[in-house]
């Protein structure tokens, strides 16, 4: 069993920075592929960047990739989302999840078994 639990989101202006942290429980995360995904109102829950427990590679949506970044702490089981360079368009739920054993994919939400509840990013202009 493993439960996720982000903070850190709120409004910034465009051009700001947030960084988002989400705290999971359980021994299991040392071993978990993590990401974030993100949703904005209307729209379906989206891929934003993903970290391997293995090598800490990492992968990015093309819409963040060189304004954000993921990290992972293991000692304190918690994976970081740093978000520089805001954009009104980044304005949504971010929620951070853990990838099935069997997921295949990092970039598809139906690969991911625990969620976090979510937090609100909102950017204004």
């Known amino acids: 069993q493993v439960q996720l639990v982000e903070s850190g989101g709120g409004l910034v202006q465009a051009g700001g920075s947030l960084r988002l942290s989400c705290a999971a429980s359980?021994?299991?995360?040392?071993?978990?592929?993590m990401a974030w995904f993100r949703q904005a109102p209307g729209k379906e829950r989206e891929f934003v960047a993903a970290i391997s427990w293995s090598d800490r590679s990492t992968h990015y949506a093309d819409s963040v990739k060189g304004r954000f970044t993921i990290s992972r702490d293991n000692a304190k089981n918690t994976v970081y989302l740093q978000m520089n360079s805001l954009k009104p368009e980044d304005t949504a739920v971010y929620y951070c999840?853990?990838?099935?054993?069997?997921?295949?994919?990092?970039?598809?939400?139906?690969?991911?078994?625990?969620w976090g509840q979510g937090t609100q990013v909102t950017v204004s202009s």
């Open positions: 359980g021994r299991a995360f040392i071993f978990s592929n």
């Open positions: 999840g853990r990838q099935s054993p069997s997921g295949s994919y990092y970039y598809k939400v139906d690969g991911y078994d625990y």
